[in-house]
């Protein structure tokens, strides 16, 4: 799978993003041109109140970032030789149209047609699923018209029994379904490496899935140093906050796994600088400093390692280095499977890297993966997605084009399993500090106007997104 292209020097989020707020501004120019004609017009009061109305309306319904249509289609290619199913819908009960062997494991996905009701334009529209004594609700985007793809993973029971039963809320189904059948071997069999570009990565991607690998390592590339305004509060100057945050996160990358059993060996933060991988992959030999943290040595995020690396001689920030510490490591754990970033879905920039230096740190090693997967932590196209409550399945994403093929793997998580992962998420320090003020009177305007719901485990929004019933990964072909 290749990232998408766009136009130099802008990913494609940077994009979408500028012309939103462009969108934005002029919608904003033209609604006070239009509330200076009121009060000139009218009254001089009403176009503070409208202005107050209009602000509380777009918190509560207009505030997504959004970037397609919800009348698009998403336009998934499955591989060629994937298995489909016929089913229809008989009433709001799917029907198996020809027999199926399932043991229950299975990645299973519906696509449906959907429409919203206008009570869908303000409130989520979702799809409920019941049967067996399960039940699921997955949302979609207000306003949806067209094709969605329903996760199924974990519904065999019900779906073999011809109980389980599809009821659209705020929207409506039509049109004929169609079932696909994934099968995967069971990945927690395996040596399993995660890559995450970040602390925090490892637990919102893959927590069910490394929490349960016969065997697990954990490699963080950088230290998520920048951004510590939470740490400038506390009395510390910019650079020194940085390097407190740097620590912290480094210190979590290699503890919060142990919560899952995994063997402190097994967990290796590289101590890199956030932010700066595409400056070091643009100059392989070139150090690359922390951006905030007033520092050219990773050593210092390095300290809690028990391995030594080849990055540890002399602490660069290079490219080279990364790639050298990769391959170390993956000559070292020899992981059947490896878990890293997608980049066609994730926008992050050192998401897009992570990948790429695993790729190219994997060229030439005499022992390779059998499988990689990879994982979205962010969205180019919807900053909601997963769309939802917290506890909730997690619907295929927004995917508009047609130029790569898809093979998703979807794994379980049960309620203990999704608790023990958002506990492993509240020991994160990133995640930790409250939302800013205009987020959390958002958030309020939200849940009393447009029926959204937080999460009972955290005010961070990762709280909502990743503590699921599934675990969303897409195969690589080697």
């Given at each position: 799978m290749?990232p998408r292209?766009?136009i130099?020097?802008?990913?494609?989020?940077?994009?979408?993003?500028?012309?939103?707020?462009?969108?934005?501004?002029l919608?904003l120019?033209l609604?006070?041109?239009?509330?200076?004609?009121?009060?000139m017009?009218?009254a001089?009061?009403?176009?503070?109140?409208?202005?107050?109305l209009g602000?509380?309306?777009h918190?509560a319904w207009?505030?997504?970032h959004l970037?397609?249509?919800?009348s698009?289609?998403?336009?998934?290619?499955?591989?060629e030789d994937s298995?489909?199913?016929?089913v229809?819908?008989?009433?709001?009960r799917?029907?198996l149209?020809?027999?199926l062997?399932?043991?229950?494991d299975?990645?299973?996905?519906?696509?449906v047609q959907l429409?919203?009701?206008?009570?869908?334009r303000?409130?989520?529209?979702a799809?409920?699923l019941s049967g067996?004594?399960?039940s699921?609700?997955?949302?979609?985007?207000?306003?949806?018209?067209?094709?969605?793809?329903?996760?199924l993973?974990?519904?065999?029971?019900?779906?073999?029994?011809?109980?389980?039963?599809l009821r659209?809320?705020f929207?409506?189904l039509f049109?004929?379904?169609t079932?696909?059948?994934?099968?995967?071997p069971?990945?927690?069999?395996?040596?399993?490496?995660?890559?995450?570009p970040h602390?925090d990565?490892?637990?919102?991607?893959?927590y069910?899935?490394?929490?349960?690998?016969?065997e697990?390592?954990?490699?963080?590339l950088t230290?998520?140093?920048?951004?510590?305004?939470?740490?400038?509060?506390?009395?510390?100057?910019p650079?020194?906050?940085?390097?407190m945050?740097?620590r912290?996160?480094?210190?979590d990358?290699?503890t919060?796994?142990?919560?899952?059993?995994?063997?402190?060996?097994?967990?290796?933060?590289?101590g890199?600088?956030?932010?700066q991988?595409?400056?070091?992959?643009?100059?392989p030999?070139?150090?690359?400093?922390?951006?905030?943290?007033d520092?050219?040595d990773?050593?210092?995020?390095?300290?809690?390692?028990?391995?030594?690396?080849p990055?540890?001689?002399?602490?660069?920030p290079t490219?080279?280095n990364?790639l050298?510490?990769?391959r170390?490591l993956?000559?070292?754990?020899?992981?059947q499977?490896v878990v890293m970033?997608?980049?066609s879905?994730?926008?992050h920039p050192?998401?897009?890297c992570?990948?790429?230096?695993v790729?190219?740190?994997?060229?030439?090693?005499?022992?390779?993966?059998?499988?990689?997967l990879?994982y979205?932590?962010h969205?180019?196209?919807?900053?909601r997605?997963p769309?939802g409550?917290?506890g909730?399945?997690?619907?295929?994403?927004p995917?508009?084009?047609?130029e790569?093929t898809?093979l998703?793997?979807?794994?379980?998580l049960?309620l203990?399993q999704?608790?023990?992962?958002?506990?492993?998420l509240?020991?994160m320090h990133?995640?930790?500090?409250?939302?800013?003020?205009?987020?959390?009177?958002r958030?309020?305007?939200?849940?009393v106007?447009a029926g959204?719901?937080g999460?009972?485990?955290g005010?961070?929004?990762?709280?909502?997104?990743a503590?699921r019933r599934?675990e969303?990964?897409?195969r690589i072909?080697?």
């Amino acid at each position: 799978m290749q990232p998408r292209a766009g136009i130099p020097g802008l990913s494609r989020k940077q994009q979408l993003l500028k012309r939103h707020r462009r969108n934005k501004r002029l919608g904003l120019l033209l609604g006070l041109v239009l509330l200076l004609a009121i009060g000139m017009l009218v009254a001089w009061w009403l176009p503070l109140l409208l202005a107050v109305l209009g602000w509380m309306a777009h918190e509560a319904w207009f505030a997504d970032h959004l970037f397609y249509s919800p009348s698009e289609d998403y336009q998934y290619r499955f591989p060629e030789d994937s298995e489909q199913v016929k089913v229809r819908l008989d009433d709001d009960r799917l029907v198996l149209e020809q027999p199926l062997s399932l043991q229950g494991d299975e990645t299973l996905v519906l696509s449906v047609q959907l429409r919203s009701s206008w009570l869908g334009r303000f409130l989520d529209p979702a799809v409920e699923l019941s049967g067996g004594g399960q039940s699921d609700r997955q949302a979609f985007e207000r306003g949806v018209k067209g094709k969605r793809y329903l996760n199924l993973t974990g519904l065999a029971g019900p779906l073999l029994e011809g109980s389980l039963r599809l009821r659209g809320r705020f929207c409506r189904l039509f049109g004929e379904p169609t079932l696909w059948v994934f099968r995967h071997p069971d990945y927690r069999q395996q040596r399993v490496m995660v890559i995450a570009p970040h602390a925090d990565d490892a637990e919102l991607a893959a927590y069910g899935l490394y929490s349960q690998a016969a065997e697990t390592w954990i490699v963080t590339l950088t230290a998520g140093e920048i951004e510590a305004e939470h740490y400038q509060q506390m009395g510390l100057p910019p650079a020194e906050a940085a390097r407190m945050k740097g620590r912290l996160r480094a210190w979590d990358s290699q503890t919060v796994p142990r919560w899952a059993g995994v063997p402190e060996a097994h967990c290796v933060q590289l101590g890199y600088f956030c932010l700066q991988l595409p400056a070091m992959q643009a100059m392989p030999d070139q150090p690359i400093p922390s951006r905030e943290a007033d520092l050219g040595d990773t050593r210092l995020f390095r300290q809690f390692n028990t391995l030594t690396l080849p990055g540890d001689a002399d602490g660069a920030p290079t490219w080279n280095n990364l790639l050298a510490d990769l391959r170390a490591l993956l000559s070292l754990a020899r992981p059947q499977v490896v878990v890293m970033p997608q980049p066609s879905l994730d926008p992050h920039p050192d998401h897009i890297c992570a990948q790429q230096a695993v790729l190219q740190a994997l060229q030439g090693l005499p022992c390779q993966p059998e499988t990689l997967l990879s994982y979205a932590n962010h969205l180019h196209d919807n900053d909601r997605w997963p769309m939802g409550d917290s506890g909730a399945g997690v619907a295929l994403p927004p995917v508009l084009e047609t130029e790569q093929t898809w093979l998703p793997y979807c794994l379980s998580l049960d309620l203990a399993q999704q608790r023990d992962k958002a506990m492993a998420l509240g020991m994160m320090h990133d995640l930790q500090p409250r939302p800013p003020l205009k987020r959390r009177v958002r958030r309020v305007l939200q849940r009393v106007l447009a029926g959204r719901q937080g999460s009972v485990y955290g005010e961070n929004e990762f709280f909502r997104k990743a503590v699921r019933r599934h675990e969303m990964f897409w195969r690589i072909d080697v």
